[in-house]
């Protein structure tokens, strides 16, 4: 009898510290690093991966000219930036880069940007100023996702995947950016990189 009482205690206690241990801590399911970069926004302000560091932020690559996945892409983004706002989330980005420089300066990012319902536009980073070939390295180093120009169309072939990047610039997780958006998933996942950099 003695043991049995004294088993009871302890399992109680075991268990309570496995489910402390695991609540509130973001699982990340990648670990990429983003590489140092400077950019030009859509207001013409220098952007850096160190200005974005101390916030977690949410990444897409995107083109303002494209006639696919783009326009439901940034649709979707603004759906998830409802979500951060219904959940009370302040301290985040969203950070799109372009895919197509030449065309996409900042001016062009900026009438992109205004043409849909954005909740919160001071929240958003539109990202151009380098080469194409620049921005294929980049993504491809930094995101693991394909840039490539299709000079028979006019279009850009590019990855439609949405990327978690916490506070200090590393790839934590990606999404699904143009059909069956994890919306839910998302804000939950922005809220807890929130909450575990405090």
Known sequence: MKKRYLTLPLLLIFVLVLSACGNGKFKADTDWQVEPFEYTNQHNEKVSLDSLKGKPWLGMFIFTNCTTVCPPMTM?????????????????????????????????????????????????????????????????????TLVKDNPADGQVIHGTSFFLV???????????????VPFDTIAVDMETLIEDGK
């Open 166 to 180: 916490d506070q200090n610039g590393v790839v934590v997780k990606n999404y699904s950016g143009a059909q069956d």
């Open 76 to 144: 979707n983004m603004t759906d998830i930036q409802k979500s951060f706002q219904d959940k009370g989330l302040e301290d985040y980005k969203i950070v799109g880069f372009s895919v197509d420089p030449e065309v996409d300066k900042p001016k062009v990012l900026n009438k992109y940007l205004n043409s849909y319902p954005v909740p919160d536009s001071s929240k958003w980073e539109f990202l151009t100023g380098y080469s194409q070939d620049e921005i294929a390295d980049f993504a491809l180093k930094s995101f693991k």
